[in-house]
Protein backbone atom coordinates (compact mmCIF):
# COMPACT_ATOMS: atom_id res chain seq x y z
CA UNK A 1 0.00 0.00 0.00
CA UNK A 2 1.53 3.39 -0.65
CA UNK A 3 2.94 4.96 2.12
CA UNK A 4 1.41 8.45 3.17
CA UNK A 5 3.51 8.62 6.04
CA UNK A 6 6.91 8.69 4.25
CA UNK A 7 9.27 11.36 6.08
CA UNK A 8 12.47 13.27 4.63
CA UNK A 9 14.93 15.33 6.33
CA UNK A 10 15.09 18.94 4.88
CA UNK A 11 17.41 21.95 5.74
CA UNK A 12 17.42 25.04 4.88
CA UNK A 13 21.09 26.01 4.92
CA UNK A 14 22.80 28.81 5.94
CA UNK A 15 22.84 30.97 2.88
CA UNK A 16 19.09 30.36 2.31
CA UNK A 17 18.45 32.14 5.91
CA UNK A 18 20.58 34.77 5.29
CA UNK A 19 18.98 35.46 1.90
CA UNK A 20 15.55 35.32 3.46
CA UNK A 21 14.14 32.55 1.51
CA UNK A 22 12.99 30.08 4.52
CA UNK A 23 9.36 31.16 3.31
CA UNK A 24 10.18 30.64 0.21
CA UNK A 25 11.23 26.86 0.53
CA UNK A 26 8.64 25.87 3.20
CA UNK A 27 6.34 27.40 0.78
CA UNK A 28 7.02 24.34 -1.79
CA UNK A 29 6.48 21.59 0.17
CA UNK A 30 3.64 23.23 1.73
CA UNK A 31 1.52 23.82 -1.30
CA UNK A 32 2.78 20.37 -2.98
CA UNK A 33 0.62 19.02 -0.28
CA UNK A 34 3.15 18.04 2.20
CA UNK A 35 2.73 17.79 5.77
CA UNK A 36 5.75 19.76 8.29
CA UNK A 37 6.04 17.69 10.93
CA UNK A 38 9.17 19.04 12.34
CA UNK A 39 10.98 22.16 12.27
CA UNK A 40 13.70 24.20 14.48
CA UNK A 41 16.42 26.42 13.76
CA UNK A 42 19.85 26.04 14.90
CA UNK A 43 23.25 27.26 14.89
CA UNK A 44 24.84 23.22 14.45
CA UNK A 45 28.10 23.21 15.87
CA UNK A 46 31.08 21.17 13.82
CA UNK A 47 30.93 18.07 15.77
CA UNK A 48 26.56 17.42 14.57
CA UNK A 49 27.61 18.55 11.09
CA UNK A 50 30.16 16.05 10.56
CA UNK A 51 27.91 13.11 11.75
CA UNK A 52 25.24 14.38 9.53
CA UNK A 53 27.73 14.54 6.66
CA UNK A 54 30.01 11.73 7.60
CA UNK A 55 29.33 9.50 4.37
CA UNK A 56 30.99 12.57 3.06
CA UNK A 57 34.15 12.83 4.72
CA UNK A 58 36.99 12.70 2.73
CA UNK A 59 35.75 14.30 -0.27
CA UNK A 60 37.89 17.33 -1.19
CA UNK A 61 35.00 19.95 -0.29
CA UNK A 62 34.38 17.95 3.35
CA UNK A 63 35.53 20.72 5.51
CA UNK A 64 34.58 23.69 3.26
CA UNK A 65 31.09 22.00 3.51
CA UNK A 66 31.10 21.92 7.18
CA UNK A 67 32.08 25.55 7.48
CA UNK A 68 29.83 26.57 5.72
CA UNK A 69 27.19 24.95 7.20
CA UNK A 70 28.36 26.33 10.14
CA UNK A 71 28.81 29.89 9.29
CA UNK A 72 25.19 30.72 10.90
CA UNK A 73 22.14 29.56 11.56
CA UNK A 74 19.84 26.68 9.32
CA UNK A 75 16.45 25.85 9.20
CA UNK A 76 15.47 22.32 10.29
CA UNK A 77 12.83 20.00 9.45
CA UNK A 78 10.88 17.14 8.72
CA UNK A 79 8.29 16.83 5.85
CA UNK A 80 5.95 13.88 5.41
CA UNK A 81 3.71 12.44 2.67
CA UNK A 82 3.80 9.72 -0.35
CA UNK A 83 7.05 9.60 -1.69
CA UNK A 84 8.92 12.64 0.78
CA UNK A 85 12.03 11.48 -0.05
CA UNK A 86 12.12 11.21 -3.35
CA UNK A 87 9.53 13.98 -4.28
CA UNK A 88 11.87 16.39 -1.69
CA UNK A 89 14.85 15.92 -3.79
CA UNK A 90 12.77 16.57 -6.99
CA UNK A 91 11.36 19.87 -5.42
CA UNK A 92 15.33 20.78 -4.67
CA UNK A 93 16.70 20.38 -7.71
CA UNK A 94 19.84 19.06 -8.72
CA UNK A 95 23.21 19.36 -6.24
CA UNK A 96 24.58 21.34 -8.69
CA UNK A 97 22.13 24.76 -8.97
CA UNK A 98 23.49 25.18 -12.98
CA UNK A 99 22.01 21.65 -13.57
CA UNK A 100 18.78 22.32 -11.96
CA UNK A 101 15.62 23.15 -13.99
CA UNK A 102 14.12 26.11 -13.12
CA UNK A 103 11.02 25.77 -11.17
CA UNK A 104 13.16 23.59 -8.71
CA UNK A 105 14.34 25.48 -5.41
CA UNK A 106 17.92 25.39 -6.25
CA UNK A 107 17.09 26.10 -9.87
CA UNK A 108 15.18 29.54 -9.13
CA UNK A 109 17.31 30.57 -6.24
CA UNK A 110 21.12 29.73 -6.63
CA UNK A 111 23.96 29.55 -8.74
CA UNK A 112 26.69 27.23 -7.13
CA UNK A 113 27.17 23.74 -5.41
CA UNK A 114 28.80 25.26 -2.64
CA UNK A 115 26.02 27.87 -2.07
CA UNK A 116 23.38 25.65 -2.70
CA UNK A 117 20.70 26.53 -0.23
CA UNK A 118 19.02 23.34 0.98
CA UNK A 119 19.58 19.92 2.09
CA UNK A 120 17.57 16.19 1.23
CA UNK A 121 17.80 13.46 2.46
CA UNK A 122 18.89 11.42 -0.63
CA UNK A 123 16.87 7.64 0.46
CA UNK A 124 14.42 6.55 3.21
CA UNK A 125 17.05 4.87 5.11
CA UNK A 126 19.23 8.24 5.47
CA UNK A 127 16.24 10.09 6.05
CA UNK A 128 15.63 7.81 9.04
CA UNK A 129 19.18 8.47 10.08
CA UNK A 130 19.37 12.71 9.56
CA UNK A 131 16.04 12.52 11.45
CA UNK A 132 17.07 11.01 14.48
CA UNK A 133 20.17 13.00 14.74
CA UNK A 134 18.52 16.28 14.45
CA UNK A 135 15.26 15.59 16.55
CA UNK A 136 14.41 14.22 19.46
CA UNK A 137 11.19 12.00 19.07
CA UNK A 138 8.91 14.67 20.80
CA UNK A 139 9.71 16.81 18.63
CA UNK A 140 7.89 15.13 15.65
CA UNK A 141 4.25 16.22 16.34
CA UNK A 142 1.53 14.00 15.77
CA UNK A 143 -1.48 16.21 13.75
CA UNK A 144 -4.40 15.67 11.15
CA UNK A 145 -3.60 17.61 7.99
CA UNK A 146 -6.67 19.06 6.97
CA UNK A 147 -6.60 18.81 3.42
CA UNK A 148 -5.44 14.86 4.05
CA UNK A 149 -8.39 13.60 2.06
CA UNK A 150 -8.04 16.41 -0.78
CA UNK A 151 -4.53 15.76 -1.42
CA UNK A 152 -4.88 11.95 -1.18
CA UNK A 153 -7.18 9.86 -3.17
N1 LIG B 1 29.16 19.93 -2.19
C1 LIG B 1 30.16 20.79 -2.57
N2 LIG B 1 30.95 20.45 -3.64
C2 LIG B 1 30.76 19.30 -4.34
C3 LIG B 1 29.74 18.42 -3.95
C4 LIG B 1 28.95 18.76 -2.87
O1 LIG B 1 30.34 21.83 -1.96
O2 LIG B 1 31.50 19.06 -5.31
C5 LIG B 1 28.29 20.28 -1.06
C6 LIG B 1 26.93 20.82 -1.50
O3 LIG B 1 26.54 21.84 -0.58
C7 LIG B 1 26.04 19.61 -1.36
C8 LIG B 1 26.63 18.95 -0.12
O4 LIG B 1 28.04 19.13 -0.27
O5 LIG B 1 24.67 19.95 -1.22
C9 LIG B 1 26.35 17.47 0.04
O6 LIG B 1 26.73 16.79 -1.13
P1 LIG B 1 25.78 15.68 -1.75
O7 LIG B 1 26.54 15.00 -2.85
O8 LIG B 1 25.22 14.83 -0.66
O9 LIG B 1 24.63 16.56 -2.46
P2 LIG B 1 23.10 16.80 -2.05
O10 LIG B 1 22.59 15.50 -1.47
O11 LIG B 1 23.07 17.94 -1.05
O12 LIG B 1 22.40 17.18 -3.32
MG1 LIG C 1 23.37 14.34 0.03
Not at 30 to 49: C, I, P, S, W
Request: with cysteine; charged share 25%; proline share 4%.
Amino acid sequence: MANIKERTFIAIKPDGVQRGLVGDIIKRFEQRGYKLVAMKMVHADTKMLEEHYKDLAGKPFYAGLVKYMNSGPIVAMVWEGLQAVSTGRKLLGATNPLDSAPGTIRGDFCIQTGRNICHGSDAVDSAEREIALWFKKEELVQWDHHSAPWIYE
